[in-house]
């Protein structure tokens, strides 16, 4: 509750002449900072790095969803192997989220691309991937499939390059569901409640993505990678 507030008086032609009503103080809320994440020789898995009071919660704690063993993801080239990931290692927990960020060129798109489609030239030399305890078959195109916007999905960093100037945005998204085995008429509903949510009208399913600006095409791809609760 305000209460009155009586500054200090400089001069004695200074003098308050009435109280000032100022605010109640906000409640501050303290965030503790993690610890020191250099590692020289980069080879601590992320998930022994969280600092006291910074863990996930202990309910969840021994339940991770996502867990990365020593990957290894080459680059086929004419010159040879290139070593885009090598031995990495982490885990997420559920209802976790991890930040990854480092200087550009150093694998971070390749993690994420290898985890959901791993293509030519990117090749699986070693390591492992688990979904909800579940080894996900990486290395194998059509067997992800089952797990691929299901299970686990990618919001791609190049919108346009993700989505088929061919099609239009609903007949693209009604392949991608029967090759899954889902209705689309039966997801419409949803579809469009996302669209509206990201700020997109639904008239934006019979444009093609040519006709759409590039943050509306980034949107389109962000409701299109999480249609399906992965």
Same mark, same amino acid.
């Given at each position: 509750?305000?209460?009155?507030?009586?500054?200090?008086?400089?001069?004695?032609?200074?003098?308050?002449?009435?109280?000032?009503?100022?605010?109640?103080?906000?409640?501050?809320?303290?965030?503790?900072?993690?610890?020191?994440?250099?590692?020289?020789?980069?080879?601590?898995?992320?998930?022994?790095?969280?600092?006291?009071?910074?863990?996930?919660?202990?309910?969840?704690?021994?339940?991770?969803?996502?867990?990365?063993?020593?990957?290894? $993801?080459?680059?086929?080239? =004419?010159? *040879?192997? /290139?070593?885009? !990931? &090598? %031995?990495?290692?982490?885990? +997420?927990? @559920?209802? #976790?989220?991890?930040?990854?960020?480092?200087?550009?060129?150093?694998?971070?798109?390749?993690?994420?691309?290898?985890?959901?489609?791993? $293509?030519?030239?990117?090749? =699986?030399? *070693?390591? /492992?991937?688990? !979904? &909800? %305890?579940?080894?996900?078959? +990486?290395? @194998?195109? #059509?067997?992800?499939?089952?797990?691929?916007?299901?299970?686990?999905?990618?919001?791609?960093?190049?919108?346009?390059?993700?989505?088929?100037?061919?099609?239009?945005?609903?007949?693209?998204?009604?392949?991608? !569901?029967?090759?899954?085995?889902?209705?689309?008429?039966?997801?419409?509903?949803?579809?469009?409640?996302?669209?509206?949510?990201?700020?997109?009208?639904?008239?934006?399913?019979?444009?093609?993505?040519?006709?759409?600006?590039?943050?509306?095409?980034?949107?389109?791809?962000?409701?299109?990678?999480?249609?399906?609760?992965?």
């Amino acid at each position: 509750r305000a209460r009155p507030h009586r500054r200090h008086v400089s001069r004695a032609d200074d003098e308050q002449r009435r109280p000032v009503e100022r605010p109640p103080a906000r409640p501050v809320v303290v965030v503790r900072p993690a610890r020191s994440r250099h590692r020289p020789d980069r080879r601590l898995p992320l998930l022994h790095e969280r600092g006291p009071r910074r863990g996930v919660q202990p309910e969840v704690a021994d339940d991770m969803s996502l867990r990365v063993e020593d990957l290894r $993801v080459y680059y086929q080239t =004419l010159e *040879g192997e /290139v070593k885009a !990931l &090598d %031995g990495v290692s982490f885990a +997420i927990a @559920d209802g #976790e989220i991890m930040g990854l960020a480092g200087e550009s060129g150093c694998g971070k798109s390749t993690l994420a691309q290898s985890i959901v489609r791993l $293509v030519p030239p990117m090749k =699986l030399v *070693g390591g /492992v991937v688990e !979904l &909800d %305890g579940e080894k996900l078959p +990486i290395d @194998d195109f #059509e067997a992800m499939n089952r797990h691929r916007m299901v299970g686990v999905s990618i919001v791609p960093q190049y919108a346009m390059s993700a989505l088929n100037p061919t099609r239009k945005i609903g007949k693209l998204i009604k392949e991608l !569901l029967g090759a899954r085995g889902i209705s689309y008429r039966a997801k419409l509903p949803e579809l469009e409640n996302r669209l509206q949510l990201v700020g997109l009208p639904r008239e934006v399913l019979d444009m093609y993505p040519i006709e759409l600006s590039g943050g509306m095409k980034q949107r389109v791809v962000m409701v299109i990678s999480t249609l399906l609760d992965p």
